[in-house]
């Protein structure tokens, strides 16, 4: 299920009626994921991201990063390492509000259990209606590797899948 | 396609065969019975399968064996083979064709599977079109190498050549005459394949290329043409091989001998035949000593000899004869690269199984750690749950970077420690060993469900993966009290609640190929529904006995859902029709909110009594006004304070004082209650209780119990169980009554987090603010750890600008 590789995602590209993906057969175990939620805080005005990778996943990118340094750097308990695993997400994952990028700033992280959160938040006067959304997390490092999101801004809870050669993706109606 | 279309019709064609079965409508307002009976909507039950979930008196199932002689080539990749099959025709009915399924034929260019692969993934569309630099390298790879099986002939038992039609991947084989009941037909085959690189095509088999190496391992499933399901319930199986729906098989012996190059290390499901013939003497003396251990395996092939071996090669064979009884599916794996170790397990009921693991030096440390111990403890806890393993190996294999798949008898697992590119050390983390255990329990546990409980998988995934997953989790609660087995987490049901809180998902109960969010829906959400039926709604006594019944009634036979929800209601004396409609037929979730808590006393309807308990309460209730209390320190006088001349008798006696009219209607409440309400109204005086109203609110539809927490004004605390009957008659609203001794500060609901309530934020009364998780970490004792964080990205940031994803060369065609 995993190997190096290269991932391709074209800014709004027009390719019509041609089936690209050809994703692999999923197994009788679980492919790799990212569980990526999206919530709105009302207290404090914030929209509020979390991501959680599987610690295994984020140590097998990290060691390809060739960093040397032995296993405190393939460590994903290691602060340093988990920056870097949150720049490389900052990269992978974006939002676009109806035309605008939302500015994600860098909360934090925090291992739990067998996973990796990263938590990142904006500052927004009100929640988006609909989300223009972009996660390539780790699907240039396994090629079988699934994301989900689950955007909850109000009352319903709308779920996005990204795998394959998926790019960018639209969730509306959110509120 | 959108998502929403797609989960649409599958919802609407659930809804519209309710709506034809059941003769129940509710014609007028919207009251929705999620306790009606399921019996209307299961399959009606018959000879073959009973009302009470058993394989009935007439129950049936085909059997096929296989006699088969295979050849690895190394060099080319490929795989020829002949073999036989003989088929009994345990149906009451005459077969005039048989099917055998191709399911290698996924793999060819025109296959259904590949011509309906889809550009964007469901649900929503795509805003923006792009490849994958993998799905470049995979059509690419389509174009060099043919793929799918090549079926070369196709005879009888006489070698009469037989007329046979491929239909994508499925084969129709015409009889020359129909195959009567009890009747036996042989059919001979002679094919080959090329196999896939399983680093470009994924899938279950394959093989594996180390290119550090030049070194390879082989792992064979899906590689006989197999004979297709024949079943009470739909006849022939019929739905093609799409690659999400796995596999609906017989029960069968196999003879299989495989020819691979002659240092290679064969394992395969069954029983070796000719050991003397293809190990060492070493190796045959240590196999016999590890049957001997049941504290930890030893080697077979230490990883030495397998490093020294995999450096050799040789252009001689050997051939491995393996016999497997009663199995539903062969699979073997091959390569000089393998290290093999094995340790014995004894079992309280039933024969020692051999626990043994093969794979590379790449799967070391951590394989030769944890492996064949994982092996050997999915046994032990399994078999508590189910019957004894009835097998005498179970084998796991290193196939893969990560995932598993499963056959009798033998799995393909991943998870190997990570490389350091500079240092070349090897070392795994704590994570890493857990995705080792857990993947190893996964696939050795499905042994059980389906290669033994031989549910159809092309039609119910739930029904292997969703059993094994819960006992998977129970194994991993075994080996770990503080094992993560699902998102992180050692609760499940903390995590399942984010999924079915979601509109873009389907019911359960929905067919193998049409699930989205297929690790979700056909894997945790039926463990946790498990998990809350034994932890919560039945009791742990009465779901052992019931999940254990079912087990060993269709052990080595095919049940159904509706032999599983059967059997759970049958052996329980529990009517679970509202869980199964709840959980498995529909898309609620469980969201139950504690409204209010409204506080009461018993009157004594004594005007004595009560009047100063009413004047007691007003004062509490209504606070001095802020003018009154300033007037007052400012040394102003009322009126009548002034004038005491203007007092009357109302100045002196406010509305709370006992007049004549109260006591005589006191009297006559007395003189009016007659026995027994007189006595048990003067008991209740006596113990003077608490009463309490306490109101509940069904916002996420599925009905569930409710567990209650009681917390005292003294202290102590008390839990209770309401089951989830309660909303039987309104599954919206309900309120329950409660009479304690000691006045309540609190009531917490689902406070152990056992229901999956998806919504915490409800659950408490007085009302908790549920902090999101981005607020306990604001909030938290992290600081330092965050600036560490901010410390070290202002580092890399200013190191080195973290590059994006290669650019994608697509642009639009020119018109």
Redesign the interface.
Known sequence: ???Q???????????AG????????????????V?T?V?W?P??S?L?V?H?V????A??W???Q??????A????TV??N???M???V???FGLNDGGAKIALE?????I????L?L?Q?CKLVAPPKAL?IDN?IL??V???Q?N?V?V?LAQ?????????????????GLL | MKLGWFAAVAVALLVSGTAVADANKQTKGKFDDKFRQLEVDLPTPNTYRTASGAPGESYWQQQADYTINATLDEVKKRITATGTITYRNNSPHALNYIWLQLDQNTFKEDSVSRRTARAVSPPMAAVSDSVSMASLRQLQAYKETPLGFEIQSVTDGGSRALRYTINDTMMRIDLPQPLAPKATANIKLAWAFNIVDYNLFGGRAGYEQFIDSDTYTFFQAQWIPRLAAYTDYTGWQHKQFLGQGEFTLEFGNYDVSITAPADHIVPATGVLQNPNEVLSAEQRSRLAQARREFDKPMYIVTPEEALANEKEGTTATKTWRWKASNVRDFAWASSRKFIWDAMNVKQPEGGDVLAQSFFPNEGDPLWSLYSTRAVAHTIDVYSEFSFPYPYPNAISVNTWLGGGMEYPMISFNGYRPVKDEKTGKKTYTRQAKNGLVGVVIHEVGHNYFPMIVNSDERQWTWMDEGLNSFLEFMAELRWDENFPVMGGNSNSLDEIGSYMMSEDQVPIMTNSESVIKFGSNAYDKPAAALTVLRETVMGRELFDFAFKEYARRWKFKRPTPSDFFRTMEDASGTDLDWFWRGWFYTTDHVDIALNGVREYRLSTKNPEVEAPLRRERQDATRPEPVTVTENREKGLQTYVQKHPDAKDFYDANDEFVVNNKDLNDYATFQEGLKEPDKSAFARALRENPYIYFVDFENKGGLVSPLPLKFTFDDGATKEIMIPAEIWRVDNVKVTKMFVETKKVVSIELDSKHQTADAVRSNNAFPQRNEPSRLDVFRAGARGEARNQMAEALTELRAKKAEPDSPAAPITPAPQ
């Open positions: 299920m995993s190997k590789g290269g991932s391709i995602t074209r800014r709004l590209a027009i390719l041609c089936a690209l993906a050809v994703a692999p057969p999923a197994l009788a175990h679980r492919s790799q994921t569980l939620t919530m805080n207290a404090v914030m509020e979390t959680r599987h610690n295994a996943d140590e097998a990290l060691s390809q060739g960093q040397g340094g032995g296993a750097a393939m460590d994903i602060v340093r988990q920056a870097q949150m720049l490389y900052e990269a992978h860098p909360l934090g992280a925090e739990e259990g067998e996973a959160l938590y938040q223009a390539r699907r240039d396994f090629d079988g699934t989900l689950n909850r319903r809870t709308r779920t996005l899948i990204f795998s394959g050669s998926d790019g960018v993706k639209k969730a509306e």
